[in-house]
């Protein structure tokens, strides 16, 4: 028995290791990373968050900006899952009246009525990834609207669905925190590689810029900026302005990553010896250097997200960000900054909770990568 | 050392020179001049001012004359200590910031205190006990802590102390001494009532601090010389207490520069979730009212004022650390 065994697990850690001495460096990434759990973990709600960010008007099934007094301040619906012990979710239609002692509206479910919730129902007709026309919904209500009668997550005080504003505010806020990093990676690549790569006065000077940049307090100087922003600018040129403001002091800390990288692979025998053959600057540091250092750059751009994620939503959320009717985490969590309001409605503060879940996956993934694109981590 | 401690001042000087222009950009921002701004505020208080009046500040700041010379005035003016009008409030700049600048850097050094007084002991004993229970404890609270930035914090703190102890906990004085002169008493009062902002804007530097602490002292736990120590019989609190933690302690001593632009920038909106007395909700209406000098100023003094304080951590770490003492000759 040992006799036989023996050989075969020999075999099969050479062939192990034959197939590392083969894979490529990012297949090897690729094993690192998989055995990080939580980054992982991180990884797949990211993918479901950018899911969300591509399908919102499938996943919205109310007109996030159409406000109707009658419908304020809504609690979260509940749901019936069962009916008659099988698996048919319905709600019960509410009414609302006013309290007559506090003038409160109050909403009723009126409990002999039965709106069962469909899913792929029809809604309001939108372009599906703004290719195909549809009117499909996940959720949709049967023989009603459900923009009136369904509120998975509560209304507002103008009556507005939370459930679909936080939806629309998902794809707002996430794709603010691509557009900054994109500008943040361009400034940071640029100067930090320069910097690294030139060294000598144009060094020291880019070195100095980060260092003064860094000991700034970032959000009085960002609310100075975002406040000069001309009260008439619509809501997409608002969103790149922000953008701009919010990148112009991220890009520091992605040019001090990539500052270092070059400064170690600069002393490198491959370098050297590509020098020594004879290959123009260019090819240096496009064949050569960057190909060793993307994985890092990857992981330090997943890093810089959040922060972005938070400066938005902290900058919108004092209204001097993005301003209705553009809808953010920011802008929905305008609504729960006065405490009275949140201790009578709650459900105020739901948008809290993707902010955090987001923070958390993108955390998670970052330090996923960087362990990962660290041969000797 | 010398040369390294003028090198740092000369930076802090450079950075808060920029920081000027940085502020000077913020108050010439808006469309117009900011007499105009001033001009229509005042009309819209029922007080109009003069065309005489519009000439005469027109005149002070240079207004017509380039950029440069707009700039160079206006440091001439701060140079005498004058920061300019508020107009929302028709008093000296400086007459209405004064309190409540003083009130952020208690709230900010509160912070960095909590900070370290709690980050510290975990982060030792993270270290020293890696993958316990409580090690995981705290990690993945540190994560936590981190993901959640300032205002949303003291929005659920703010939220669950109303809600279930249906206290506002809000505000740095209780009623009775809100508008009190300074005394003893007033003081004691704030002093009961800065646990909970300080606590809100340390979470997550305390979080960050905890990681840094952890790994440092991995580092030199593993190093030789501890392993020495040991074997020659050294108590265990004492083998990790005498070098390893002074050692470690060093970069954590460093990061201080920039915890404190960060709990600065932190305080400003956590202030205004948390109604509390600072500069915070100052710069906020300033900036909707378009009151730049205010808002200018605000920007201004916090910057230069968190230049020193990262120039004072700066030699305190050189007075800490002899390698910079000595190393840099």
């Given at each position: 028995?040992?006799?036989?065994?023996?050989?075969?697990?020999?075999?099969?850690?050479?062939?192990?290791e034959?197939?590392?001495a083969?894979?490529?460096q990012w297949?090897?990434?690729?094993?690192?990373?998989?055995?990080h759990?939580?980054?992982?973990?991180?990884?797949?709600?990211?993918?479901?968050?950018?899911?969300?960010v591509?399908c919102?008007?499938?996943?919205a099934?109310?007109d996030?900006?159409?406000?109707?007094?009658?419908?304020?301040?809504?609690?979260?619906?509940t749901?019936?899952?069962?009916?008659n012990?099988?698996?048919?979710?319905?709600v019960?239609?509410?009414?609302?009246?006013r309290?007559?002692?506090?003038?409160?509206?109050?909403?009723?479910?009126?409990?002999d009525?039965k709106?069962?919730?469909?899913?792929f129902g029809p809604?309001f007709?939108y372009?599906?990834?703004?290719l195909?026309?549809?009117d499909?919904?996940?959720?949709?209500v049967?023989g009603?609207?459900?923009?009136k009668?369904?509120?998975?997550?509560g209304?507002d005080?103008?009556g507005?669905?939370?459930w679909?504003?936080?939806?629309y505010?998902?794809q707002?806020?996430?794709?603010?925190g691509?557009?900054?990093?994109?500008?943040?990676?361009l400034?940071?690549?640029?100067?930090?590689g320069m910097?690294?790569?030139?060294?000598?006065v144009f060094?020291t000077?880019?070195?100095?810029?980060?260092?003064i940049?860094?000991?700034?307090?970032?959000?009085?100087?960002w609310m100075?900026?975002?406040?000069?922003?001309?009260?008439?600018?619509?809501?997409?040129?608002?969103?790149?302005?922000?953008?701009?403001?919010?990148?112009?002091?991220?890009?520091t800390?992605?040019?001090?990553?990539?500052?270092?990288r070059?400064?170690?692979?600069r002393?490198?025998?491959?370098v050297m010896?590509?020098?020594l053959?004879?290959?123009?600057?260019?090819r240096?540091?496009?064949r050569?250097?960057?190909?060793?250092f993307?994985?890092?750059?990857?992981?330090?751009?997943?890093?810089?997200?959040?922060?972005?994620?938070?400066?938005?939503?902290?900058l919108?959320?004092l209204?001097?960000?993005?301003?209705?009717?553009a809808?953010?985490?920011g802008?929905?969590?305008?609504?729960?900054?006065?405490?009275?309001?949140?201790a009578?409605?709650?459900w105020?503060?739901?948008?809290?909770?993707?902010?955090?879940?987001?923070?958390?996956?993108?955390?998670?993934?970052?330090?996923?990568?960087?362990?990962?694109?660290?041969p000797?981590? | 050392?010398?040369?390294?401690?003028?090198?740092?001042?000369?930076?802090?000087?450079?950075?808060i020179w920029?920081?000027?222009?940085?502020s000077?950009?913020?108050?010439?921002?808006?469309?117009?001049?900011?007499?105009?701004?001033?001009?229509?505020?005042?009309?819209?208080?029922?007080?109009g001012?003069?065309?005489?009046?519009?000439d005469?500040?027109?005149e002070q700041?240079?207004?017509?004359?380039?950029?440069?010379?707009?700039?160079?005035?206006?440091?001439g003016?701060i140079?005498?200590?004058?920061f300019?009008?508020?107009?929302?409030?028709?008093?000296?700049?400086?007459?209405?910031i004064?309190?409540?600048l003083m009130?952020t850097?208690?709230?900010?050094?509160?912070?960095?205190?909590?900070?370290?007084?709690?980050?510290?002991?975990?982060?030792?004993?993270?270290?020293?006990?890696?993958?316990?229970?409580?090690?995981?404890l705290?990690?993945?609270?540190g994560?936590?802590?981190?993901?959640?930035?300032?205002?949303?914090?003291?929005l659920?703190?703010?939220?669950?102390?109303?809600?279930?102890?249906?206290?506002n906990?809000g505000?740095?004085?209780?009623?009775?001494?809100?508008e009190?002169?300074w005394?003893?008493e007033k003081?004691?009062?704030?002093?009961?009532?800065?646990?909970?902002?300080?606590i809100?804007?340390?979470?997550?530097?305390t979080?960050q601090?905890?990681?840094i602490?952890?790994?440092?002292?991995l580092?030199?736990?593993?190093?030789?010389?501890v392993?020495?120590?040991?074997?020659?019989?050294?108590?265990?609190?004492?083998?990790?207490?005498?070098y390893?933690?002074?050692?470690?302690?060093?970069?954590?001593i460093?990061?201080?520069?920039?915890?404190?632009?960060?709990?600065?920038?932190?305080?400003?909106?956590?202030s205004?979730?948390l109604?509390?007395?600072?500069?915070?909700?100052?710069?906020?209406k300033?900036?909707?009212?378009?009151?730049?000098?205010?808002?200018?100023?605000?920007?201004?003094?916090?910057?230069?004022?968190?230049v020193?304080?990262?120039?004072?951590?700066?030699l305190?770490?050189?007075?800490?650390?002899?390698?910079i003492?000595?190393g840099r000759?």
């Open positions: 028995m040992s006799e036989k065994t023996l050989p075969q697990d020999s075999v099969k850690t050479t062939v192990a034959e197939k590392i083969v894979a490529t297949q090897l990434m690729w094993w690192r990373f998989r055995k759990k939580l980054a992982m973990i991180g990884v797949v709600v990211l993918i479901l968050f950018y899911l969300v591509a919102v008007d499938f996943l099934y109310a996030p900006n159409e406000s109707d007094a009658q419908r304020g301040l809504i609690a979260p619906q749901i019936e899952w069962f009916d012990g099988e698996f048919k979710p319905y019960h239609p509410l009414k609302g009246t309290d007559p002692k506090t003038f409160k509206r109050v909403y009723v479910p009126d409990m009525t709106l069962p919730i469909v899913f809604g007709s372009k599906f990834l703004g195909i026309e549809t499909r919904h996940l959720f949709s049967e009603a609207d459900a923009y009668t369904l509120f998975l997550f209304t005080v103008q507005r669905d939370i679909s504003r936080l939806i505010g998902t707002t806020s996430l794709t603010i691509l557009v900054s990093v994109a500008l943040s990676l400034l940071g690549v640029t100067l930090g910097s690294g790569y030139y060294g000598g060094d000077f880019i070195q100095r810029i980060i260092e940049l860094r000991s700034i307090p970032t959000i009085p100087l100075g900026l975002t406040a000069a922003l001309p009260n008439d600018w619509n809501v997409t040129q608002v969103y790149f302005a922000i953008t701009i403001i919010i990148s112009l002091i991220g890009w800390e992605l040019a001090r990553v990539v500052r270092g070059f400064l170690s692979l002393q490198d025998d491959f010896a590509a020098e053959l004879g290959c123009s600057k260019a240096i540091i496009f050569h250097m960057v190909p060793s993307v994985s890092h750059i990857i992981a330090a751009t997943t890093l810089a997200i959040p922060a972005m994620i938070i400066s938005e939503t902290s919108s959320f209204g001097l960000g993005l301003r209705p009717p809808i953010s985490w802008v929905l969590l305008q609504d729960a900054q006065n405490v009275q309001a949140l009578i409605s709650p105020l503060l739901i948008p809290v909770l993707p902010v955090i879940v987001a923070v958390l996956a993108f955390n998670f993934t970052g330090d996923g990568l960087r362990d990962a694109a660290d000797y981590g | 050392m010398i040369a390294y401690m003028v090198r740092r001042i000369l930076l802090a000087l450079l950075t920029m920081i000027t222009i940085l000077f950009i913020i108050i010439q921002l808006p469309p117009g001049d900011f007499v105009d701004t001033y001009a229509n505020t005042m009309s819209a208080g029922g007080t001012i003069t065309q005489a009046e519009k005469a500040l027109r700041y240079g207004i017509n004359q380039p950029m440069y010379v707009q700039y160079l005035k206006w440091m003016l140079m005498q200590g004058n300019g009008m508020a107009i929302e409030w028709g008093r000296p700049v400086l007459d209405v004064g309190d409540r009130l850097i208690v709230i900010s050094l509160a912070a960095i205190v909590f900070t370290w007084a709690l980050a510290l002991p975990i982060g030792i004993y993270s270290a020293v006990k890696r993958y316990s229970f409580l090690d995981y705290f990690t993945f609270v994560f936590i802590g981190l993901a959640i930035p300032g205002f949303m914090l003291a659920i703190v703010m939220y669950v102390g109303f809600s279930y102890f249906g206290s906990i505000g740095l004085f209780s009623a009775d001494y809100a009190a002169p005394s003893m003081v004691w009062d704030l002093i009961q009532h800065l646990p909970v902002p300080a809100v804007l340390g979470v997550s530097g979080a601090m905890i990681r602490m952890r790994s440092n002292l580092d030199e736990l593993r190093k030789p010389y392993m020495t120590a040991r074997a020659r019989g050294l108590a265990e609190s004492r083998v990790i207490m005498k390893p933690v002074r050692v470690a302690l060093n970069p954590f460093s990061t201080i520069g920039y915890l404190l632009p960060y709990v600065v920038s932190g305080s400003i909106i956590v205004m979730v109604s509390l007395p600072t500069v915070g909700p100052l710069l906020l300033s900036l909707v009212a378009q009151d730049m000098f205010l808002a200018g100023t605000i920007v201004l003094l916090l910057g230069v004022l968190t020193i304080g990262t120039l004072i951590s700066d305190l770490l050189m007075w800490v650390d002899p390698r003492r000595l000759q």
